[in-house]
């Protein structure tokens, strides 16, 4: 059996283009969807990250500016531009890339920002509205691994899913996403005595963990859809997943590929998030 892939590079076509559409309409009735991304220091993987951030938000017509400051910059500082970007009718959506260096306490940038602006989805009154299912902004990741399953048009109802990750801004939202489908839900870590055992007996498997071959082809469930959040280097320098791609696509009857999986469905979600935002704001809600 060789499983059917998941193409997160088609799936994101398709919603990018509803962005644009919609940014187009937002644009005719006079407001243009703006994104604020803040980099903080030369971290070289979060400099192409917030790049491909900035390009996504050109391409399906959203303004987006890039505020990038040296390591050096002070905490009040950097609290001072949140601030001063909840304030600006332009910005719908600040995204503040992390990691920010030491000296900065990230929680308490993210707590800065205006929910009605966390599009990244990581702020307390965000995930505290995803754990009582009520509205706000999902974090983009796990928003996007669930697009997937709606791509596939696969019911969650009674499946067990098993999540392999309880980072709060994958593994955590994740889980909570997949119950409020009415998954059965596990959630797996480096404290899991025998993950093999939780992951045979799963209909679904989400791996964000972030080491290569986490899941390997004796660890799936035939017909299994496992979705490989993992970013990784394989020995050759190239990306992979935390899935064993080869073997576990012979055993699975769903699974995403690393590259052109879950990742650009993170970024297609932040647009989403963002216009979502614009769309939210007294003015256009109004007038809706
Ligand atoms: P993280 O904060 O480091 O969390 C990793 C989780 O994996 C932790 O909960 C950890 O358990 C668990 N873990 C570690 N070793 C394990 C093992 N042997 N068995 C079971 N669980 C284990 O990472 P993250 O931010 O969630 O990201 C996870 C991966 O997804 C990374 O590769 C990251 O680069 C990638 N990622 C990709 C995207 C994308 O757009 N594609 C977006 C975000 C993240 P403990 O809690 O017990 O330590």
Redesign the pocket.
Known sequence: MTAHIIDGIALSKQLRADVALRAAALRARGVVPGLAVILVGENPASQVYVRNKVKACEDSGLHSVLERYPATLSEAELLARVDALNRDPAIHGILVQLPLPAHIDAHKVIEAISPAKDVDGFHVASAGALMVGQPGFWPC?PY?CMKMFESIGYDLKGKHAVV????N???KPMALMLLQKNATVTI?????PN?KAMTLQADVVVA????RN?LTADMVKPGAVVID????RNDEGKLCG?VDFDGVKEVAGWITPVPGG??P??ITMLLVNTLEAAEMTPTVARSA
């Open positions: 990741t996007g392999i990750g309880r980072s801004i994958v593994g797996c870590h480096s404290g899991t993950l964000a963990v972030g080491k986490v959040v993992g970013m990784n935390d879950v990742g469905m993170t």
